[in-house]
């Protein structure tokens, strides 16, 4: 190779990572050979996984709290929100915008207005609405009773790959602007959704209901064991084309992570976000509210 090609190689290298401080891709880590964070910090000792059918997190199988469970309540899977062609299309308009460069070996697309979280300031301008493609999903939500009356002022696309080593940090959307609902969708391949919390004491384990609550047996007189919170991550599996809402104390208490190991192909996730009480009527900002409001709805949105 020519020093002219090894240099143009670097730089195109360079332009396609855009990790910060300590985050870090696959991209970047051969750069710098250095070992990704997440082989650095102390692992979750116990692993649950999350059943929809019941709402409980049950213990993963051979592990030492297997058949043992907890209730997880604040969460939403609705499979087969769109179908294969919809995804297809959604996509395929996407790809005409440019993605921009984010972290952890993302790219993103933002609609929505521009926000400094830290001094809770954020400017209309630039800010054009949803894009036309999801005039139909917006629809479409407020037909399941837990998105009754659900009007998003913000999407965020963003796009993984095994290739780049994608990821996203444990972390809790802001809840000064954003409202109770936490709304995603999966699109192209299924994932996981990883949940843990840093919050001191224990979580109280009753047997796993067999089939749904209503099976589980009265807790005074079932046996029960206890975990530390801080030792409990729990998965959700996401299938591909589904619908992933996060209220309660999946929202506010449970922090949401999506794990390098579990991008194993092409996914992109449009996340929607409503606004809080302080933005919505009778709240301090309403007027705001109302403004953000009606430009996101005009579904004629570009990314900013």
Not at 253 to 281: G, K
């Amino acid at each position: 190779m020519t020093a002219e090609a090894a240099t143009a190689e670097t730089s195109e290298v360079f332009q396609e990572c855009g990790c910060k401080g300590i985050r870090t891709c696959l991209i970047c880590e051969r750069q710098r050979q250095v070992d990704p964070p997440w082989q650095l910090s102390p692992q979750k000792t116990h692993r649950f996984l999350y059943c929809v059918d019941t709402g409980w997190a049950v213990g993963a199988e051979g592990s030492d709290f297997a058949g043992w469970a907890f209730p997880f309540p604040g969460v939403t899977l609705i499979a087969d929100f769109v179908t294969r062609e919809e995804e297809a299309e959604m996509v395929r308009l996407m790809d005409r915008d440019p993605w921009k460069l984010s972290q952890s070996g993302r790219r993103k697309q933002d609609y929505g207005p521009r926000v400094n979280f830290r001094k809770q300031k954020l400017k209309v301008a630039g800010f054009q609405g949803l894009p036309s493609f999801s005039r139909e999903v917006v629809r479409r939500m407020g037909l399941y009773p837990s998105l009754e009356g659900f009007q998003p002022v913000e999407q965020c696309n963003l796009d993984y790959s095994p290739e780049r080593g994608s990821a996203i940090d444990p972390h809790l959307d802001d809840a000064w602007l954003w409202g109770e609902r936490l709304v995603s969708l999966n699109l192209l391949s299924p994932t996981v959704m990883s949940m843990s919390r840093e919050a001191p004491g224990s979580l109280r384990l009753r047997l796993a209901p067999p089939t749904g609550p209503k099976d589980s047996v009265d807790s005074e007189v079932t046996p029960t064991r206890s975990v530390l919170c801080q030792d409990v991550e729990v998965a959700i599996p996401v299938p591909r084309c589904s619908l992933l809402v996060l209220t309660g104390a999946a929202r506010h208490q449970w922090t949401h992570a999506i794990h390098r190991r579990h991008i194993t192909a092409r996914r992109v996730c449009a996340t929607f976000r409503e606004l809080s009480a302080e933005f919505q009527p009778g709240g301090r900002q309403q007027d705001l509210g109302r403004e953000l409001l009606q430009i996101s709805c005009s579904f004629q949105g570009r990314p900013v």
